[in-house]
């Protein structure tokens, strides 16, 4: 059972657009919601994460929007550039547990 | 350097025989893990452990197995059990299982013929 459920599985914007993905949980144990991006061939790495006291995030043109009642958290991408190209993963987890993923959304920019 | 290293980036190996993947961090973190990669099918946990000398199960733990002796080392064997071993295998690690930012090692690609 998928315990992080994201879509889209890709995504095609033009340069300059806004990128958006979702990403939608049951276990309301959760308590940290990190966003890794991952280039071909490379491990992910952490893009921004957010807990669930605050239902926004932003770190440059990345921000993170939190419905704690719905049980919901997305990734935008504002300004999107060809170099954002990449697949990126929500995940969920709860201390001392493991860590839940998506199943990833690839992103094409398109220049 | 703090990180993570996998070795080696490519490794081909024949059906039937066992290989390990190697996995070392420096980063004096608690919590090792290690994830296998398919296409359309996100991160899947094959292991973790949260201390020395002890380890559970991931999601996909059959025809692997591990080993934490030491702290900084969280070696993966696919053995000859694993079905459908190919694939890009990433090791990751946090300062406490469960708890903030996971770093990823850069991954193994396994290719079993």
């Known amino acids: 059972q998928q315990q992080v459920k994201q879509s889209p599985q890709s995504l095609i914007v033009q340069k300059g657009g806004i990128s958006i993905i979702n990403c939608a949980y049951e276990n309301t144990a959760f308590d940290y919601f990190p966003w890794y991006q991952q280039f071909p061939g490379k491990g992910p790495a952490l893009l921004i994460a957010i807990r669930p006291d605050v239902s926004e995030k932003k770190e440059g043109r990345f921000t993170i929007s939190f419905n704690k009642s719905a049980k919901q958290f997305s990734l935008h991408i504002m300004d999107s550039q060809p170099g954002d190209s990449a697949t990126y993963f929500c995940a969920a987890n709860t201390p001392g547990n493991q860590f839940y993923f998506g199943t990833g959304t690839s992103l094409t920019v398109i220049p | ?113």
């Open chain 2, 1 to 113: 350097d703090g990180g993570i290293t996998q070795s080696p980036k490519y490794l081909f190996r024949k059906e039937g025989q066992n290989v390990t993947l190697s996995c070392e961090q420096n980063l004096n973190h608690d919590a090792m893990y290690w994830y296998r990669q398919d296409p359309g099918q996100g991160l899947r946990l094959i292991y973790y452990s949260q201390i020395v000398n002890d380890f559970q199960k991931g999601d996909i733990a059959e025809g692997y197995s591990v080993s934490r002796e030491k702290k900084e080392s969280f070696p993966l064997t696919v053995t000859s059990a694993q079905k459908n071993p190919t694939a890009f295998y990433l090791c990751a690690s946090s300062m406490v299982a469960g708890v903030g930012e996971q770093y990823f090692g850069p991954g193994t690609r396994l290719t079993v013929t």
